[in-house]
């Protein structure tokens, strides 16, 4: 099955600044990446996800880049602000034993990210 | 449209007894993931339906969790003899029918917070 680690698992910024999560996975099948932003007691929100036929998406500030020789993919947020504040996870899409992909997601470990004014 | 939703909130229950936790997908979305996160921790998958069937239950932790799905609607989560590493909070997603080669983006419910005491 897949597993998916992601660092750093906090990260302090100041406001303006620019934020990069790392996350690497283990299935080379894995073609969906989507990455999650959750607020303190709030459900996940898609914020961006990249598909393995591209390298990289950018939508306004939020960037993913994808690396799918190395099996990495990252996020990259710039000219943070405080509202930017929240735990990050990133995902993969997994197989079961069979090798057969349900879009089952496999999470990273989260990344506590914290900006400040 | 609206959004995924869960029931209930929040539940505490005593240890040995039986629970059972509610999702509402989005109408027209086939494909319903139930995750467990514990606190501060990542999402960890359970069980996954497409349609009433249940193709992928490899997420379920014990016999005592179950789950079912009326049509592609409402799905009910239960766990019985609740224990007390049972507490977290309950996450439900939806997506579009999942497809050779075609992943879908998943959306949350707010999630139920389970407290076994």
């Known amino acids: 099955g897949e597993n998916v680690e992601q660092h750093p698992s906090t990260l302090s910024v100041q406001e303006g600044d620019s934020a990069v999560i790392k996350c690497t996975y283990s299935?080379?099948?894995?073609?969906?990446f989507p990455w999650y932003k959750q607020e303190l007691g709030k459900r996940p929100q898609l914020i961006i996800d990249i598909r393995s036929n591209v390298g990289e998406k950018k939508d306004q500030r939020i960037a993913v880049t994808l690396n799918k020789t190395a099996k990495h993919f990252s996020l990259h947020i710039t000219e943070t602000q405080p509202e930017d504040s929240a735990v990050y996870f990133c995902?993969?899409?997994?197989?079961?034993?069979?090798?057969?992909?349900?879009?089952?997601?496999?999470f990273g470990q989260g990344t506590i990210l914290t900006v400040h004014p | 449209g609206a959004g995924v939703s869960q029931s209930p909130s929040n539940k505490v229950t005593e240890k040995g007894k039986d629970v059972e936790l509610r999702c509402d997908p989005i109408?027209?979305?086939?494909?319903l993931y139930w995750y467990r996160q514990r606190l501060g921790q990542g999402l960890e998958f359970l069980i996954y339906?497409?349609?009433?069937?249940?193709?992928?239950k490899s997420g379920l932790p014990s016999d005592r969790f179950s789950a079912e799905r009326t049509g592609e609607s409402v799905s009910t989560l239960t766990i019985q003899r609740t224990q007390q590493e049972d507490s977290a909070v309950y996450l439900c997603?939806?997506?579009?029918?999942?497809?050779?080669?075609?992943?879908?983006?998943?959306?949350f419910g707010p999630g139920t917070r389970l407290t076994v005491t």
């Open positions: 109408s027209g979305h086939t494909a």
């Open positions: 299935d080379s099948a894995s073609n969906y």
């Open positions: 339906f497409q349609g009433n069937s249940a193709p992928d």
């Open positions: 997603a939806s997506s579009l029918r999942v497809s050779t080669g075609a992943t879908y983006e998943q959306y």
């Open positions: 995902a993969a899409v997994g197989s079961n034993a069979g090798g057969t992909s349900y879009g089952k997601l496999t």
